[in-house]
């Protein structure tokens, strides 16, 4: 699903800008241009800003796994679902 539809950013993008240390909208508008143009994605970046704050950091520990185990895949499969719940 697109966060910012002036320059086709998707939310996967918005998360790792997130995970990778945006964390205001003004700066997640200088490392991808998200709600720089026509400003209507604004309130969703502030969305995805917080619900990143609530959201513990499984994602990062998922990403430093060299492959994926049982745990990890499990963890993987309930954030999948919690995306399709959102």
């Known amino acids: 699903m697109y966060a910012c539809v002036c320059f086709s950013i998707t ?13 205001t909208q003004e700066e997640l508008g200088e490392r991808c241009g998200a709600g720089t143009s026509c400003g ?19 994602e990062h520990a998922l990403k430093a796994c060299p492959s994926v185990c049982d745990a990890a895949a499990r963890v993987g499969e309930v954030l999948a679902g919690d995306a399709l719940a959102a």
């Open 11 to 23: 939310e996967e993008e918005i998360h790792d800008e997130i995970s990778a240390g945006a964390r």
């Open 40 to 58: 209507t994605c604004v309130e969703r970046l502030g969305c995805l800003i917080e619900e990143a704050r609530r959201r513990p950091c499984v």
